[in-house]
T-cell receptor
Framework: KAGVTQTPRYLIKTRGQQVTLSCSPI?????VSWYQQTPGQGLQFLFE???????NKGNFPGRFSGRQFSNSRSEMNVSTLELGDSALYLC??????????????FGNGTRLTVT | AQKVTQAQTEISVVEKEDVTLDCVYE???????LFWYKQPPSGELVFLIR??????QNEISGRYSWNFQKSTSSFNFTITASQVVDSAVYFC?????????????FGTGTKLQVIP
């Protein structure tokens, strides 16, 4: 079974630009979550999608948005990039059978550098 | 509110030493689940173990063991005879069902360096 796939692995953007990151979950997983990881802040939850609906959102500005498609693939978009957006963005999928106990399966992440 | 505390930011041990990574949690839920994940330098977090709040049995898997103590709200992780390949960041996480969805809270992680 293929794991969680994130593309691209690396991105270099300039301040003010926008970026779109992609995540393909494990087949059969309907829940997709996004996290931002920085050395100083650890893992910060961005949002979670289930069956194309955003169910939960972290404390990030509106420049961060996402969506999920009918095949469970997900994208996140960051507009008007700032230097502080430089981070490793991790996507995780889970089966989520409604019991609150599903392990998260992570991709390798997208390393975004904003210059 | 859920909270997970991993007080050890970084630990260095010499190969073959035993090491314990601490995890303390806070929750008001009666049913909850605890996890450990490993993040090697490649970046991908790997799921290691899950325990539910009703199962306090310790678990051993090879050189890895986990000690869940509800009385102290702790879920500690011990690596016996550490190896260089164990060098990684380890995250403890807590999840529970909230409003129909799974809410996950991660600790800040403990970076383990195993020196050859």
């Amino acid at each position: 079974k293929a794991g969680v796939t994130q593309t691209p692995r690396y991105l270099i953007k300039t301040r003010g630009q926008q970026v779109t990151l992609s995540c393909s979950p494990i087949s059969g997983h309907r829940s997709v979550s996004w996290y931002q990881q920085t050395p100083g802040q650890g893992l910060q939850f961005l949002f979670e999608y289930f069956s194309e609906t955003q169910r939960n959102k972290g404390n990030f500005p509106g420049r961060f948005s996402g969506r999920q498609f009918s095949n469970s693939r997900s994208e996140m978009n960051v507009s008007t990039l700032e230097l502080g957006d430089s981070a490793l963005y991790l996507c995780a999928s889970s089966l989520d059978m409604g019991q609150g106990n599903s392990p998260l399966h992570f991709g390798n992440g997208t390393r975004l550098t904003v210059t | 509110a859920q909270k997970v505390t991993q007080a050890q930011t970084e630990i260095s041990v010499v190969e073959k030493e035993d090491v314990t990574l601490d995890c303390v949690y806070e929750t008001r839920d009666t049913t909850y689940y605890l996890f450990w994940y490993k993040q090697p330098p490649s970046g991908e977090l790997v799921f290691l173990i899950r325990r539910n709040s009703f199962d306090e049995q310790n678990e051993i898997s090879g050189r890895y063991s986990w000690n869940f103590q509800k009385s102290t709200s702790s879920f500690n992780f011990t690596i016996t005879a550490s190896q260089v390949v164990d060098s990684a960041v380890y995250f403890c996480a807590l999840s529970a069902l909230r409003g129909g969805y799974q809410k996950v809270t991660f600790g800040t992680g403990t970076k383990l360096q195993v020196i050859p």
